[in-house]
């Protein structure tokens, strides 16, 4: 049984930051590629970012240059730096990792719970 936990949303002015928290708990397996996923307030959950085992990170077009994925296996941890919020990044932030269970022969999904970040004067 494995289970993600985000954390590190609140309330954050229009181009402050914040850094969120993914880690990964249990036994018995390993963590590959890891993402985050956001769904603001009426919209669909649309993808964010995405880092490899070997660190290489992807991101949205919305949010290059902006954001940073990053992840510390030793950990099962990954982290999401948000820098020049705006208001639009308003939404609840989603850790999302493909998992491979011991003695499984392929990967399993899953999915935290959320963390709500909300960008406002």
């Known amino acids: 049984q494995v289970q993600l936990v985000e954390s590190g949303g609140g309330l954050v002015q229009p181009g402050g930051s914040l850094r969120l928290s993914c880690v990964a708990s249990?036994?018995?397996?390993?963590?590959?590629?890891v993402a985050w996923y956001r769904q603001a307030p009426g919209k669909e959950r649309e993808w964010v970012a995405g880092?490899?085992?070997?660190?290489?990170?992807n991101y949205a077009g919305s949010v290059k240059g902006r954001f940073t994925v990053s992840r510390d296996n030793a950990k099962n941890t990954i982290y999401l730096q948000m820098n020049s919020l705006r208001t639009e990044d308003t939404a609840v932030y989603y850790c999302?990792?493909?998992?491979?269970?011991?003695?499984?022969?392929?990967?399993?999904?899953?999915w935290g719970n959320g963390t709500l970040v909300t960008v406002s004067s």
């Open positions: 999302n990792a493909d998992v491979r269970p011991q003695y499984s022969p392929r990967d399993m999904t899953y």
């Open positions: 249990g036994t018995g397996f390993s963590v590959n590629y």
């Open positions: 880092i490899s085992t070997g660190s290489i990170a």
